[in-house]
């Protein structure tokens, strides 16, 4: 099975060392973990949080970003119909 793609391209396995890199990069110049965490998210499209971002989450939202972009997930995906779902007999 083929991965899905977005325009072409897979996911970059080297986009989590990338973003490793930048914040490591501004914690060596100085900035505070939630300044680097809040700058690293910015430049991935994201707006500061109080507390600032950590690494997983803006991982998780980029990689949730993704599947939305490549189609995996939309807006077409809809809760079940509640009338669909058969139900469930307990045994006596």
């Given at each position: 099975?083929?991965?899905?793609?977005?325009?072409?391209?897979?996911?970059?396995?080297?986009?989590g060392r990338?973003?490793?890199?930048?914040?490591?990069?501004?914690?060596?110049?100085?900035?505070?973990?939630?300044?680097?965490?809040?700058?690293?998210?910015?430049?991935?499209?994201?707006?500061?949080?109080?507390?600032?971002?950590?690494?997983?989450?803006?991982?998780?939202?980029?990689?949730?970003?993704?599947?939305?972009?490549?189609?995996?997930?939309?807006?077409?995906?809809?809760?079940?119909?509640?009338?669909?779902?058969?139900?469930?007999?307990?045994?006596?």
């Amino acid at each position: 099975m083929t991965e899905p793609t977005l325009d072409g391209r897979r996911p970059s396995p080297t986009a989590g060392r990338r973003m490793r890199g930048d914040f490591l990069g501004l914690r060596r110049c100085g900035l505070t973990v939630e300044q680097a965490g809040n700058l690293t998210a910015h430049l991935r499209g994201l707006h500061a949080v109080p507390g600032g971002w950590t690494l997983d989450e803006v991982a998780r939202l980029e990689f949730t970003r993704w599947l939305v972009r490549s189609g995996a997930v939309g807006a077409d995906d809809q809760a079940p119909d509640p009338s669909d779902i058969p139900a469930v007999t307990l045994a006596a």
